[in-house]
Structure formats: structure tokens, C-alpha cells
């Protein structure tokens, strides 16, 4: 495990030390924790945006698609992709599923 100082505020200390008790954890045991939080919390947003697909987001987490998709609802973060967009995604399959049908049909 490497090692990282920081200098913190004196306000983010006693954040620190709160919490620390709160949770009967201590203060490195807690910062880490925190710092894993912060991480979840931008890589949620960065999803939310747009700026992150499922399958970027869950390797990020280190989850399972099916565990993200359970976070996301847990949290009640919908989907960025807008119905049209699922619609063109929908339809271009379609068409792809109807030129590839012919070959599906002779295996």
C-alpha cells in the first residue's frame, strides 16, 4: 500500500474527526473510505452526463453490469440516453437483424 500525505483545512480535519467517531473507524481508515465514496460520486455523475457508458461505468466500479444497473436504480439515476436515441438504436437493429436473416435461416 503506498503512502500519501495531505494537508488538509482545518474545517476538513474536524470533518475528518467526526466522521472518524461516527463510524468508530480511524482517520486513514475513514479518508480512504471517503476517497472511494468520491470516487463512486464522480463516476456516477460522469454516467449521468453522459460522459460514461454502462460498461465504462461498472469496470470503474469494479461491478457486474447487473450490480451497476441495481446501484443506478438503488440511487435513482435513470439512463442518459434519450427515448429517441434508444428508438434509433432499436431501429438500427432491426435492420440489421433483417439483412443478417437470410444467413441466420440456412445454419
Do not use: C, N, Q
Not at 451497476?68 to 431501429?91: H, W
Amino acid at each position: 500500500m503506498g503512502v500519501v500525505s495531505l494537508r488538509l483545512k482545518e474545517r476538513e480535519l474536524k470533518r475528518l474527526d467526526e466522521l472518524s467517531k461516527l463510524e468508530r473507524k480511524d482517520r486513514s481508515a475513514m479518508a480512504r473510505e471517503l476517497l472511494e465514496y468520491g470516487w463512486e460520486f464522480l463516476m456516477l455523475r460522469h454516467y449521468k452526463t453522459g460522459k460514461l457508458s454502462l460498461e465504462s461505468l461498472a469496470k470503474k466500479l469494479d461491478l457486474s453490469i447487473s450490480e451497476t444497473i441495481d446501484l443506478l436504480a438503488e440511487l435513482g439515476i435513470e439512463s442518459p440516453i434519450e427515448f429517441e436515441d434508444y428508438l434509433k438504436g432499436f431501429e438500427a437493429f432491426k435492420e440489421l437483424e433483417t439483412e443478417m436473416s437470410p444467413s441466420l435461416k440456412k445454419t
